[in-house]
């Protein structure tokens, strides 16, 4: 039989980071400098001579019943390196756009602030030093108790890429190469150029196609394309004309297109009203009094508080914030998150895409069947081969090309917000999609109205401090397809 050690009623405790170690001693018995000093040789920590009349004067002065510790090595932590990050000379692109001031005249506070009077543009001029590009530093190691070194995380690069319009010098300097509107899209920074019309776009200018910003100072006729890699902004009011920008859309007059407007953002929808338009908007949507008869897509929310929805029909990826949807006699369609239609045709891709495996399966078991065969292969199976190796190709570019039609609607569905505030009143002549499901209400809702969701079932309550409440008992549901 082995021997037990006694217990000494003396431990080491090391940190779980390992950067203090400590001699606990308890119990009724006094600790002994052997046994201390025991504990940090066996845990292979150095012991240097400060340290053993450490440990001396601590069993000396330990006290019977009473927990004493004792701290015996501590280490360094690691210093992680810094990000890299541009430090701007000029407004920053990622930064919002000042507020302008209040219109003179209105004491309130937020009263008479003209929003569409915000300048969304920074401007800079050929040769202007535009920042500095600080680089990620490495960090600085730390070590444990035991004398072993602690990696530290490298800081990382910036995620910005910097387009030929802008000189990166070796020691960080950035500036401008020409004159234009400094800007991040899609995580490359450039300086592009703007172009500015006085007056409307008309028979005068023809059509617009601009590779940068666009700024007109009154309006656009009906028929007239704009389109700009860039934003477009304009003064006054659009009638039912087409409009592409790859950035941010900004109506200062509005637009009404009369059921033959477009519009395509890559931004934000920035207008005091739209009607009449049909479009998608890859960012938010911002509108200062309302929407009415618009059939819009759009991606990044709805952020109007003072704005009402009247008629048409929105498909919404985000949050919406709205003062009034619907109208007496103005039937709304809302949809959350992905329609019917998507769903339908999830399932559909979900299908086809099982069958192409099937059918690549196939494929490849006849090719390698062949291949087995090596030079004893007839020329008919050779020709069949080479057709195997064709066929095989385009069962890999179906597949993977419905498998990314697939996997964009699943991850539309995974991702869908069922977040929506109502101020002022939801009309009975709404009908809210989501998840495949309708509801349709059976009568109008004061606000203020706020719509989510709680595992899957659409809640609705009112006010702040309402009981939440099944959104389909008050509408007439119809679940969605199986």
């Not at 070590?143 to 020691?171: H, W």
């Not at 952020?303 to 103005?330: Q, T």
């Not at 090309?401 to 539309?412: F, K, N, R």
Request: net charge negative.
């Amino acid at each position: 039989m082995n021997a037990q050690r006694p217990p000494t009623g003396v431990k080491l405790v090391v940190s779980q980071d390992k950067l203090c170690a400590e001699l606990v001693a308890g119990g009724d018995k006094a600790p002994s400098q052997e046994q201390c000093l025991a504990r940090l040789y066996e845990a292979e920590l150095r012991v240097e001579p400060k340290l053993v009349e450490a440990v001396r004067e601590f069993c000396e002065q330990w006290t019977q019943g009473q927990p004493s510790r004792l701290p015996v090595r501590r280490g360094k932590a690691p210093i992680n390196g810094a990000d890299g990050r541009i430090d701007w000379l000029v407004r920053s692109p990622e930064e919002p756009a000042p507020l302008p001031p209040p219109v003179e005249g209105d004491s309130a506070e937020g009263a008479g602030v003209d929003h569409y009077a915000r300048s969304v543009f920074i401007l800079v001029k050929k040769g202007e030093e535009l920042g500095n590009l600080v680089q990620p530093t490495p960090g600085e190691d730390g070590i444990d108790v035991f004398g072993l070194a602690i990696a530290a995380k490298p800081g990382r690069p910036i995620k910005i890429k910097f387009d030929d319009s802008i000189l990166v010098e070796s020691n960080g300097r950035l500036s401008a190469l020409c004159e234009g509107v400094l800007s991040i899209a899609n995580g490359k920074a450039a300086v592009r150029k703007l172009l500015q019309i006085d007056s409307f776009v008309d028979f005068n200018t023809g059509h617009i196609d601009f590779d940068g910003d666009v700024v007109i100072a009154k309006g656009v006729r009906d028929l007239f394309k704009v389109v700009a890699t860039g934003s477009i902004t304009i003064g006054g009011l659009v009638e039912a004309a087409t409009l592409h920008a790859g950035g941010d859309i900004i109506l200062t007059g509005g637009m009404a297109g009369r059921e033959q407007g477009e519009i395509r953002a890559g931004g934000d929808l920035i207008a005091r009203f739209i009607d009449g338009v049909t479009g998608e908007i890859d960012g938010a949507l911002r509108i200062e009094r309302e929407v009415m008869n618009c059939k819009l897509t759009v991606h990044g929310g709805i952020k109007s508080p003072n704005a009402k929805i009247m008629g048409g029909a929105l498909a919404v990826r985000g949050p919406v914030d709205v003062s009034v949807i619907g109208g007496p006699a103005a039937h709304t369609d809302l949809t959350i998150g992905p329609s019917a239609e998507e769903l339908a045709k999830m399932g559909e891709l979900a299908k086809a895409l099982a069958h192409a495996k099937v059918r690549h399966t196939e494929l490849s078991t006849e090719s390698q069947h062949l291949a087995a065969r090596g030079a004893r292969m007839t020329p008919a199976q050779r020709e069949r081969q080479t057709e195997l190796q064709y066929e095989l190709f385009e069962a890999d570019r179906v597949m993977n090309e419905t498998l990314a039609q697939h996997a964009e609607i699943e991850e539309l569905a995974r991702t869908a917000v069922v977040d929506v505030t109502v101020h002022r009143q939801l009309f009975g002549a709404s009908a809210i999609h989501i998840a495949g499901a309708t509801f349709k209400l059976r009568q109008d809702i004061g606000g203020p109205f706020h719509l989510s969701s709680h595992k899957g079932e659409p809640m609705y309550r009112m006010g702040q401090r309402g009981e939440p409440v099944l959104l389909r008992a008050h509408c007439h549901a119809r679940a969605a397809a199986a």
